[in-house]
């Protein structure tokens, strides 16, 4: 099986931009999450979509949104981007309550 | 609120010596328990999961992982580390409530000496 795939793997954007990821989920893997992850952060948790419906979110601004197509194709968008939004962003897929599997993330510059 | 403790940020061991990677969670219920291995630029490694039952778990690469519920805690062991698993190692906890969002400790570098 393939496993998680992310476009772009590399982006950099200017401050005030807003910025489109996209993140492809394991064959048969109807649960999505997105994750942000910075050496002060650390990983943080951003939101879950499962089935087209966001489950779960963390705690982060209404500039960070999501949504998951019908064929569990997930996409997050940044708006109004922030010097603080560089990172890397990653994905992960799960058939349901299990074990996780990451893709090779979308590292985000801003400048 | 979930939390993960690593309580090392750094090691450092020879190729061959034993490793032990600390992690504690504070999590009132049974979580699900994680380790992830993540080499520099890569995403994230499955290596061991626990969710129920044996609390010993072993997962690939020669890794196991203890689930202690009286000490809160979920340690990563390998018997004799290879140079390849210089790498940053990270805890991550979830729980049934939370679907599949995941809590993770600040990580641990492993750096391994010839």
């Known amino acids: 099986k393939a496993g998680v795939t992310q476009t772009p793997r590399y982006l950099i954007k200017t401050r005030g931009q807003q910025v489109t990821l996209s993140c492809s989920p394991i064959?048969?893997?109807?649960?999505v999450s997105w994750y942000q992850q910075t050496p002060g952060q650390g990983l943080q948790f951003l939101f879950e979509y499962f089935s087209e419906t966001q489950r779960n979110k963390g705690n982060f601004p209404g500039r960070f949104s999501g949504r998951q197509f019908s064929n569990s194709r997930s996409e997050m968008n940044v708006s109004t981007l922030e010097l603080g939004d560089s990172a890397l962003y990653l994905c992960a897929s799960s058939s349901d309550r299990a074990e996780q599997y990451f893709g090779p993330g979308t590292r985000l510059t801003v400048t | 609120a979930q939390s993960v403790t690593q309580p090392d940020i750094h090691i450092t061991v020879s190729e061959g010596a034993s490793l032990e990677l600390r992690c504690n969670y504070s999590y009132g219920a049974t979580p699900y328990l994680f380790w992830y291995v993540q080499s520099p630029g890569q995403g994230l490694q499955l290596l061991l999961k626990?969710?129920?039952?044996?609390?010993l778990v072993q997962g690939i690469k020669g890794f196991e992982a203890e689930f202690k519920r009286s000490q809160s805690s979920f340690n990563l062991r390998k018997p004799s580390v290879h140079w390849s698993d210089a790498a940053e190692y990270f805890c991550a906890v979830g729980y049934s409530g939370g679907y599949n969002k995941l809590i993770f400790g600040a990580g641990t570098r492993l750096a391994v000496h010839p």
């Open positions: 064959s048969g893997h109807r649960s």
């Open positions: 626990y969710f129920s039952g044996d609390t």
